[in-house]
């Protein structure tokens, strides 16, 4: 599909991309709207430059490639958001297939993952910062100083949009000149159209997003569901909608069967006793909203430890009337803390029920740090590798068919499903305090892993056979003047058969060479590209 195009862009458009990127950062950070998705971020840029068909259908392309990238455990990935931006705009202005735009994304997105680095480490001076002012102190300044840590994240996105998009605003001619000099390029005997061998490669690129996936969530038990997605899309040509329902039915039932006889034994148990907690809804909805200031000023140092102590303010200063007790509880709360974003808010909760009920900081310190890793585990594994990318992916199959629907679906079913896991969790960590940490460690949630992974490998099946785009056009024989085209025998052995290798190619990477996600990127990419400038591909 061609890009409508609109020819150029102004300054005021520049200006209010590089303020929207700044948002994604914060976003990205806060985990409230899922804005930084290439979904969401590609319809703003269209809707800003007045091309929203465009900013749909490539950001839709880029949330297949960038699905499975998830910056956890303190890991850095290219950011999509900046990439999305840049790829949106140039698209439009020069008037380029979406899917020769997508492979502009990456390389962007890999600056401004490197401005980021150096910006995970700046942003320790904030937690030194916080550290000064609970010695004088100066414990009102906390929210402050975490707040502060957005800027240098969110500069990190929206300066190099500035300074790209600028460009683009000064010299539109230029810009139009230079891609269209690439159009058709000349090496010796060989004539290379680019950028149709660009869109090649970026059409391959989905496959690095399922081989992510595949590393983090692939078994023998979930195998049989990836193969059940692959063979609904490719041979009855289902949309991941459909895929998506018929996985989530098989893997409930499947499970449910399995561990019939440990769930039914868990029935008759007793439930935790509550503990004499008084919190009311009104203070359940407001450490929520709190909750969400965890990684305001996410550092390597001490990661999300001073955004901790910003939303344990409250409770201290209730509590610690006495200034050096005080002291040494927001101390201990501005040290060393990374979970999971979603269901730190078990911790959080636990946290604050066990102050009330009169536990000692050394008590609190180790329960913090007992579960940041269970409760991380289990939150990666379901939200960020589950939650967030099937939400999207839904809705990117929707969107990069042109279809409006699609972005919103992906919010109606995100954002609900995100604020419940962030509010229940609150909730009942504060209600069953550590006899929910036993439930962490059971085999109820073991189960429930294990089906939600089996489900979104279904999905995930579905998206290789669907969106990675491999096509062999190269004609192999000549019968009766019919030209006998590569693709047509491939497709007599098995639909989908080039966008399943390259996924399992890419898997190959990762998987068994421990090849890192950005070399694999470039190596795929490279590979597409080649075969679509030797037509090949195409």
């Given at each position: 599909m061609q890009s409508l195009g609109v020819g150029s862009i102004t300054p005021l458009h520049v200006f209010l991309l590089g303020l929207f990127a700044f948002l994604c950062a914060v976003d990205e950070l806060w985990l409230v709207l899922g804005v930084f998705t290439p979904l969401i971020s590609g319809v703003v840029t269209g809707l800003v430059i007045g091309d929203p068909l465009t900013g749909l259908i490539v950001g839709s392309l880029l949330q297949f490639i960038f699905t499975g990238l998830a910056a956890i455990g303190g890991g850095t990935v290219p950011d999509p958001a900046t990439g999305t931006i840049a790829a949106v705009v140039i698209a439009s202005v020069a008037g380029l297939k979406p899917e020769a735009a997508v492979a502009l994304a990456l390389p962007i997105g890999y600056l401004t993952m490197n401005i980021e680095i150096g910006v995970r480490s700046f942003c320790?001076?904030?937690?030194?910062?916080?550290?000064?002012?609970?010695?004088?102190?100066?414990?009102?300044?906390?929210?402050?100083?975490?707040?502060?840590?957005?800027?240098?994240?969110?500069?990190?996105?929206?300066?190099?949009?500035?300074?790209?998009?600028?460009?683009?605003?000064?010299?539109?001619?230029?810009?139009?000149?230079?891609?269209?000099?690439?159009?058709?390029?000349?090496?010796?005997?060989?004539?290379?159209?680019?950028?149709?061998?660009?869109?090649?490669?970026?059409?391959?690129?989905?496959?690095?997003?399922?081989?992510?996936?595949?590393?983090?969530?692939?078994?023998?038990?979930?195998?049989?569901?990836?193969?059940?997605?692959?063979?609904?899309?490719?041979?009855?040509?289902?949309?991941?909608?459909?895929?998506?329902?018929?996985?989530?039915?098989?893997?409930?039932?499947?499970?449910?069967?399995?561990?019939?006889?440990?769930?039914?034994?868990?029935?008759?148990?007793?439930?935790?006793?509550?503990?004499?907690?008084?919190?009311?809804?009104?203070?359940?909805?407001?450490?929520?909203?709190?909750?969400?200031?965890?990684?305001?000023?996410?550092?390597?140092?001490?990661?999300?430890?001073?955004?901790?102590?910003?939303?344990?303010?409250?409770?201290?200063?209730?509590?610690?009337?006495?200034?050096?007790?005080?002291?040494?509880?927001?101390?201990?709360?501005?040290?060393?803390?990374?979970?999971?974003?979603?269901?730190?808010?078990?911790?959080?909760?636990?946290?604050?029920?066990?102050?009330?009920?009169?536990a000692d900081l050394e008590t609190v310190r180790g329960v913090k740090t007992a579960l940041m890793g269970p409760v991380a585990g289990l939150g990666d594994s379901i939200m960020w590798f589950v939650v967030i990318p099937v939400s999207f992916l839904i809705g990117a199959s929707l969107g990069s068919q042109g279809n409006f629907a699609g972005p919103i679906l992906s919010l109606l079913i995100c954002f609900p499903v995100a604020m419940a896991v962030r509010y229940y969790s609150l909730v009942y960590g504060y209600r069953y305090g550590l006899s929910l940490a036993e439930v962490l460690r059971g085999e109820v949630l073991k189960v429930f892993r294990e089906a939600v992974t089996a489900f979104a490998m279904a999905v995930v099946g579905g998206i290789a056979a669907l969106y990675v785009k491999a096509r062999a056009p190269l004609v192999v024989a000549t019968v009766d003047s019919q030209q006998i085209q590569l693709q047509f025998i491939l497709d007599q052995i098995m639909p989908s058969l080039l966008p399943l290798a390259f996924t399992l190619f890419a898997y190959w990477l990762i998987k068994y060479k421990n090849v890192s996600y950005g070399k694999a990127a470039i190596i795929l990419f490279l590979t597409a590209l080649l075969l679509g400038v030797l037509g090949i591909l195409g």
């Open positions: 320790a001076v904030f937690s030194h910062w916080a550290d000064r002012e609970i010695e004088r102190g100066n414990f009102d300044r906390l929210p402050l100083i975490n707040m502060l840590g957005l800027v240098p994240w969110g500069l990190s996105r929206a300066v190099p949009v500035w300074a790209l998009l600028g460009a683009v605003a000064v010299n539109p001619e230029g810009v139009k000149a230079f891609i269209e000099s690439l159009s058709v390029i000349k090496i010796g005997p060989l004539t290379v159209k680019l950028w149709d061998a660009l869109g090649v490669a970026g059409g391959v690129l989905p496959a690095l997003g399922v081989a992510i996936m595949m590393r983090m969530m692939l078994s023998r038990l979930t195998l049989g569901y990836f193969v059940l997605g692959f063979v609904l899309a490719a041979y009855l040509k289902l949309n991941l909608l459909p895929i998506a329902l018929i996985g989530a039915s098989l893997a409930l039932t499947q499970y449910m069967l399995s561990y019939r006889d440990m769930l039914e034994g868990l029935r008759g148990q007793q439930a935790p006793a509550e503990p004499k907690g008084t919190a009311t809804r009104k203070d359940f909805l407001r450490w929520l909203v709190r909750s969400f200031f965890l990684q305001s000023s996410w550092n390597y140092e001490r990661m999300q430890g001073t955004g901790f102590a910003h939303t344990m303010l409250e409770i201290e200063k209730k509590l610690r009337k006495d200034p050096e007790e005080l002291k040494s509880w927001m101390r201990m709360h501005n040290e060393f803390y990374n979970t999971n974003p979603w269901l730190h808010n078990l911790v959080y909760g636990m946290v604050i029920s066990l102050e009330e009920q009169g």
